[in-house]
């Protein structure tokens, strides 16, 4: 019979998805939700449009300061990156992402450390603040 009206049951309401957590000592794949989630909240929020807003918003999300690699934001010609990388080395793996700061499209992968233990190839910038 079709119900017509009268009180919400259990079923008729939708379960709210639980939001990511910080993994402490937790895998790179364990905390891909969490660093996804923590990146698309800042730039939600206006930021993570420059690498040290990455960096800092990782950072006050828990993660590894020391184990974070983040590339410039200008060219050595002084136009603005098309697109932003920032990584956080956990164990063997990386946590790594990439946000284009114009349009907030991003991509994030959980990939292996590479020769040397980092996790970008390439000129990164130093993280000294």
Request: charged share 20%; aromatic share 6%; hydrophobic share 35%.
């Amino acid at each position: 019979m079709p119900r017509t009206g009268g009180a919400e049951t259990a079923a008729d309401t939708p379960t709210p998805t639980p939001s990511p957590v910080f993994v402490a000592g937790g895998t790179a794949e364990q905390n891909l939700p969490y660093f996804r989630s923590t990146l698309d909240a800042a730039y939600a929020a206006g930021g993570a449009r420059d690498g040290k807003s990455l960096v800092d918003a990782l950072y006050s999300a828990g993660f590894d300061k020391t184990a974070m690699q983040v590339t410039y934001d200008q060219s050595r010609t002084g136009v603005a990156a098309d697109s932003l990388m920032v990584s956080v080395r956990i164990g063997d793996q990386c946590l790594i992402g990439q946000i284009v700061p114009s349009s907030g499209e991003s991509v994030y992968d959980v990939e292996p450390v590479v020769d040397g233990g980092i996790c970008l190839l390439g000129s990164t910038r130093p993280i000294d603040w």
